[in-house]
């Protein structure tokens, strides 16, 4: 008996992560937000974009977890930098 499944389908795990992931895209886009200056702006959303670009072939759990865990601390530096400058 075969699937009547896409290969594509993700199992529960890897949409969990990928959900994971959107949060993460979409938080670093809605601090973007908050910066000022145009052109600083504009370089931090165009590396984001690289950067999820560039990984978004990794399919090992364990790569995609670390890289979420680098993604959120690097969200929380943006955050405090950003707390820092309006003070």
């Known amino acids: 008996m075969t699937s009547k499944l896409p290969k594509t389908t993700l199992n529960l795990k890897q949409f969990l992560l990928r959900q994971?992931?959107?949060?993460?895209?979409?938080?670093?886009?809605?601090?973007?937000?908050?910066?000022?200056?145009?052109?600083?702006?504009?370089?931090?959303?165009?590396?984001?974009r690289s950067d999820f670009r560039n990984n978004k072939h990794h399919t090992d759990e364990t790569a995609i977890k670390s890289m979420l865990y680098y993604g959120r601390?690097?969200?929380?530096?943006?955050?405090?930098?950003?707390?820092?400058?309006?003070?």
């Open 73 to 87: 601390k690097s969200l929380k530096d943006l955050e405090r930098s950003l707390a820092l400058s309006k003070s």
């Open 20 to 48: 994971e992931v959107l949060k993460l895209y979409r938080d670093i886009f809605r601090t973007l937000r908050k910066i000022s200056d145009e052109n600083t702006r504009s370089e931090l959303k165009e590396w984001a």
